[in-house]
């Protein structure tokens, strides 16, 4: 298998590829939208979910696990629900020999899995806020294009969280929160978003709304990265979940359900590469240092190789991921086979260095360089990354928002659009007048931007209609 990565500015190919050369995900699994993890990508899964993980539980929630089959009659009683899947769902309808009384599906989501089981749980309002999550695989039979990580079969890492509250009022602050959550989770990921309330046609089926984040990637589309339900009662009736409240009467509880896949990992990989491979911020790197001996014929080869191993010690004892590569190939071989992993920082030390008693840093990023002592080491490696994550999240924010255009008519728009850029515009947020922006412009509406204010000194007027409009909408080509 070659490690020659296809230019970046062939994104779809470039995408496809760098999963097989930086061993993510191995894609010759022979079920189509069925991806193989290699131990490098699952190391990076690990990294990146025990974050998710970590943002969940400090503020309250407990993981779970629900089953993979749902029965057919549970999966049908929200019929909103169940209408928006029943073209996607892989259904189970045999065991061995033996046909089954009722067919099982695989989840598609697990709002039909959990809900039964919550009005089991909650009894009273002491019994809440109930908020629990689980990361499973979920499945959905996708016909358009697969796309590892990004349009799967096999929805890869699904975190889905869902929480029970006694009102309204709290179900809204449960979606502040989520949020929060999601917002510092990008962030620390260095991969910039937008969020949009979504327009009512493309709500979750049975939420009351849906907030969703989106990112762009290079070839121009948007992302869905991460969505927030607020579900209100729908689901707690359907299902029959009910708690006494303070008063001895019984009420139906207020509910929301929250969802991250993969697709974060995607996002992070496909906006931070480059043509030499992977770019990887600091915290969610496999490895995050390499250690190059440069050896030449008349060094002292000896010393250079006890100095990279004393280093790599060091700096492993200080919790770093660290690899030592001695292994008898030319400097230049080394470098370009960790640029590929995205390792962030490469420390070379050779007969120069030694001299000096130094080491030479350099970033993956931008290729920049530092010499420093090698008793300063920890110090400056840590400063590095820091100064790594938060460049590679300033970049990755400037070129959304640079992408990122405002208009007021649809053909400027369409134009923006075939040019790869997501479109802002103001929309009196009438069904009618949206279906006809999506089609005039062949993108999608995402919905109302919740992220930043409106247009100053702009007359606030529809894009498509022209009636008075204050809601700054936002539009783009997706996956």
Known sequence: MSDQLPKKSNFSEWYTEIHKVAKILDVRYPVKGFYAWHPFGYEMRNLVYNKLKELHVERGHREAQFPLLIPRKS???????????????????????????????????????????????????????????????TYRYETKHTRPLIREREISNFKEAHTVHEDMEEAEKQVGEAIEIYSEFFDDLTVPYTITKRPKWDKFPGSEYTIAFDTLMPDGKMLQIGTVHNLGRNFSETFDITFENEEGGHDHPTQTCFGISARSIASMIGIHGDDSGLVLPPKYAPVQIVIVPIIFSDSNTSEILETCSELKKNLEDEGL?????????????????????????????????????????????????????????????????????????????????????????????????????????????EEKCGRQIEESLSADVLGERLDVDGEENIKKECIKCSSEAEKLALTARTY
């Not at 598609?108 to 109930?130: G, K």
């Open 75 to 137: 999966l049908k009683k929200e019929s909103e629900h169940v209408a928006s899947f029943e073209e996607e769902v892989f259904w189970v309808e045999r065991a061995g020999k033996n046909k089954l009384e009722e067919p099982l599906a695989l989840r598609p989501t697990s709002e039909t899995a959990m809900y039964p089981l919550f009005s089991e749980w909650i009894r009273s309002h002491t019994d809440l806020p109930l908020k629990v999550f689980q990361v499973v695989n």
């Open 321 to 429: 991921r660290v690899k030592l590569d001695d292994e008898d190939e030319r400097p230049g071989k080394k470098f370009h086979k960790w640029e590929i992993k995205g390792v962030p920082v490469r420390i070379e030390v050779g007969p120069r260095d030694l001299e000096k008693d130094s080491a030479t840093l350099v970033r993956r990023h931008n290729g920049e360089k530092d010499q420093v002592p090698l008793e300063n080491i920890f110090t400056s490696v840590e400063t590095l990354f820091d100064d790594i994550s938060k460049n590679m999240r300033d970049n990755a924010l400037k070129n959304l928002n640079e992408m990122v255009k405002f208009s007021t008519s649809l053909s400027d728009a369409k134009n923006m659009i075939e040019k790869g850029h997501a479109v802002e515009f103001y929309w009196c947020m």
